[in-house]
């Protein structure tokens, strides 16, 4: 009667385990899925922002470069 009763036991914990882990796994997924997307955002963000400065910074080289190259000529 006591294996029994140990029997059930056990596979009551060990359902429930699983069950816990489960929604562990859920919860810790939707997490890394909020992270991931974070970081993307923040990371398309950086990227919009690099891809708006570069030709601003392109610009400036060669204006710097003509003006370099007028100032030696001189």
Do not use: C, D, Y
């Amino acid at each position: 009667m006591k294996s029994r009763t140990s029997q059930v036991f056990m596979k009551k914990l060990m359902k429930n385990s699983i069950r816990s882990w489960f929604r562990h796994a859920r919860m810790m997924t939707g997490l890394w899925m909020m992270m991931v997307l974070a970081m993307w955002k923040m990371a398309e963000r950086f990227l919009m922002m690099t891809l708006k400065m570069m030709p601003l910074m392109l610009m400036r080289k060669e204006k710097m470069v003509k003006h370099a190259i007028k100032t030696r000529g001189m």
